[in-house]
């Protein structure tokens, strides 16, 4: 199977349907994972994702154990890594790349394409660098700077 140099989450959903006839997953599986992939997403790909189980069950309106079963049929069908600690409530999630089979997911693979890589590249205690300022416009009276930027009009 021809896998392409293409990375991100779009790469990643398309490459998921694409296994799902090799390594198909339950309806309950298919959602599990994806709720992972939207908040891995929103922690710009900082892992391990630490989330309690009760949080994923009420997402998803699931049960428990239900949850704990598409964790389970995830884990074996080679989508996900998981470790629990018996002394607190969350658990740690690994996704493992379609893309790139056998490989997890890391920021560098997933915003490897996008133009403010390098400022969410420079985050620091998981959290983003700043967005850059936008340049100040000049006023047409002696080039003098106004606050005003082109949004603000």
Partial sequence: MYIEPVTGIIAEFRHFYQMMPVRPLSARAQAFWMFLLYRANAAYWQFPLQIQL???AGALRLSRSSVQRARDEL???????????PGHRTVKYYLISNVRPHSMMTAESMLAGTKNYKALGDHKNGQPAPMPMLPKKKSRKKGKEEDK???DQ
């Fill in 54 to 56: 009760n949080e994923i």
């Fill in 149 to 151: 930027h082109d949004d």
């Fill in 75 to 85: 884990t074996r069908q080679g989508y996900l890594l998981y470790e629990t600690d």
